[in-house]
């Protein structure tokens, strides 16, 4: 048994190598299609994924906020689409 340790920790210091490391990643945003022809109203379209990359659907106006000159803003409506 004793001769066959050094081979058994060999081995699994190999295998440990093989399978890869996942970071917890973070829920997600991606802007774009932004309209600001009819200023100070500004438009944007945005996807919204979950820590999974699951699509988030049903987003109210209160769960979303604007950052603006740092200031937090939530907008005056949202619209699934």
Do not use: Y
């Not at 093989?18 to 438009?43: C, G, H």
Request: charged residues 15%.
């Amino acid at each position: 048994m004793r001769k066959n340790l050094p081979l058994f920790l060999l081995s699994l210091i190999l295998l440990a190598g093989v399978v890869p490391a996942r970071a917890q990643s973070a829920a997600r945003l991606e802007l774009f299609a932004l309209d600001a022809s009819a200023f100070p109203t500004i438009s944007a379209s945005m996807d919204v994924f979950d820590p999974g990359g699951a699509f988030i659907t049903g987003l109210q106006p209160g769960q979303v906020t604007l950052l603006e000159d740092d200031l937090p803003i939530t907008p005056a409506s949202l619209e699934e689409l």
